[in-house]
């Protein structure tokens, strides 16, 4: 199982990233791939997911409007679209995936595979 992140940068506040997280070794029918992001000294929050099959989508409310999370069945690949991006979006974001039940979408330990990270840096 590996899941490769990718598309972090440097950008300025207002502009946009695309961050692409990479699925292999596994079959993604049954899963929720999320993202997630940790900045120094605090807890890795959940920022968005979506389920495999289906396509349903779930978003932190601090990103809600801003970020959309997508999937490419072909390319076993999730994006996240990253728009008006602000200093406070500054931080190591991560893809996860894992089987939670809805209602449980956003917890970080349901989620049994990680990838590395990619940093993000929102500043002029």
């Known amino acids: 199982v590996q899941l490769q992140a990718s598309g972090g940068g440097l950008v300025q506040p207002g502009g946009s990233l695309r961050l692409s997280c990479a699925a292999s070794?596994?079959?993604?029918?049954?899963?929720?791939i999320g993202w997630f992001r940790q900045a120094p000294g605090k807890e890795r929050e959940f920022v968005a997911a979506?389920?495999?099959?289906?396509?349903?989508?779930y978003y932190a409310d601090s990103v809600k409007g801003r970020f959309t999370i997508s999937r490419d069945n072909v390319k076993n690949t999730v994006y996240l679209q990253m728009n008006s991006l602000k200093p406070e979006d500054t931080t190591v974001y991560y893809c996860?995936?894992?089987?939670?039940?809805?209602?449980?979408?956003?917890?970080?330990?349901?989620?049994?595979?990680w990838g590395q990270g990619t940093l993000v840096t929102v500043s002029s």
């Open positions: 996860a995936a894992g089987r939670p039940i809805t209602s449980a979408i956003r917890r970080r330990d349901l989620y049994a595979y």
């Open positions: 070794g596994f079959a993604l029918d049954n899963y929720a």
């Open positions: 979506i389920r495999w099959s289906g396509g349903s989508t």
